[in-house]
C-alpha cells in the first residue's frame, strides 16, 4: 500500500467524497474525533473522578500548541473559535476617543466587525486596499499607521484570495510604532510555520476547524507575555 493509501484509510470521507481543501471546514477524522469522544465517555462512566487526568491533558495540549505556534505555553489559551479571541481584544483594549484600527479590505468579518462596533468608542477603521494583483505591500499597511493608532488586524494568510501577509516585517512595524499587533491565523496555522514571539505578534487566534482537522467549536489564542 502506497503512503496515499494509507493516509486516505484515516480519512473516512475520502470514502465518500474527492476531499478538495477548499479553506472551509475540515473532515475531521476518528483520530481526533476519537479524542473527544473518549472525554465525554469518560464523564459517562467516571463523572468527576477523571477530571485530573483531563487537567494534564490540557496542559499537555497548551504544551503541543505553543510548540505550533511559536509560543510559551503559558501565553496559549483556549477558544470556541477564531472569532472570540479578536472580539476580546477590541473589547478589552484600552481605547480612548480618537484612537485607529488598521486592517485590510476584504478580511474575513471576524477580523473587522469587531473593530467597526468601536465607532461608538471615538474608535477609527481604517482599511488598506489591495492591489490589483491582490497583495497587501508592508509599505501600504506602514503608511495607513500613524500616531493615532493603536492596532494593527490582518489574517496570516487572507481566505478569499490565499495572499500570505509578511508577518515578521509587520510585526517589527508594530514594535517600532507600538502598535499592538492581532493576527487571524486560522487559514495557515498546521500548515505553515508559525513563529508567534519571533514575529511580534501581540494576540494570535486559530479555531481548530481547517488544518488542525478538529470539530468546529474547537481554537486556540497566543496572548503576548
Known amino acids: 500500500m502506497d503512503k496515499f493509501a494509507r493516509i486516505r484509510r484515516l480519512f473516512p470521507v475520502t470514502g465518500n467524497y474527492t476531499y478538495l481543501n477548499n479553506a472551509a471546514v475540515s473532515p475531521s477524522p476518528p483520530f481526533i474525533t476519537g479524542e473527544a469522544a473518549g472525554v465525554l465517555a469518560g464523564y459517562g462512566t467516571s463523572g468527576g473522578e477523571c477530571e485530573g487526568s483531563w487537567h494534564r491533558r490540557i496542559a499537555?495540549?497548551?504544551?503541543?500548541?505553543?510548540?505550533?505556534?511559536?509560543?510559551?505555553?503559558?501565553e496559549v489559551f483556549f477558544t470556541k473559535n477564531t472569532s472570540e479571541a479578536i472580539v476580546l481584544a477590541a473589547r478589552a483594549f484600552r481605547w480612548k476617543a480618537g484612537d485607529s484600527v488598521v486592517c485590510l479590505q476584504g478580511e474575513f468579518p471576524a477580523n473587522v466587525v469587531p473593530f467597526h462596533l468601536l465607532a461608538g468608542q471615538g474608535v477609527g477603521l481604517r482599511l488598506v486596499r489591495s492591489r490589483s494583483d491582490n497583495r497587501f505591500p508592508v509599505e501600504e499597511i506602514a503608511a495607513a499607521c500613524d500616531s493615532t493608532t493603536r492596532m494593527l488586524a490582518v489574517s496570516f494568510v487572507e481566505f478569499h484570495t490565499g495572499f500570505r501577509n509578511d508577518l515578521a516585517a509587520l510585526g517589527e512595524l508594530c514594535r517600532e510604532r507600538g502598535i499592538f499587533f492581532v493576527v487571524d491565523g486560522v487559514q495557515a496555522v498546521g500548515a505553515?510555520?508559525?513563529?508567534?514571539?519571533?514575529?511580534?505578534?501581540d494576540l494570535l487566534s486559530a479555531g481548530g476547524h481547517k488544518w488542525l482537522l478538529a470539530p468546529e467549536g474547537v481554537g486556540f489564542a497566543c496572548l503576548r507575555a
Open 60 to 74: 499537555e495540549v497548551r504544551d503541543s500548541v505553543a510548540r505550533l505556534a511559536g509560543a510559551r505555553a503559558r
Open 192 to 201: 505553515l510555520r508559525t513563529e508567534f514571539r519571533c514575529w511580534g505578534i
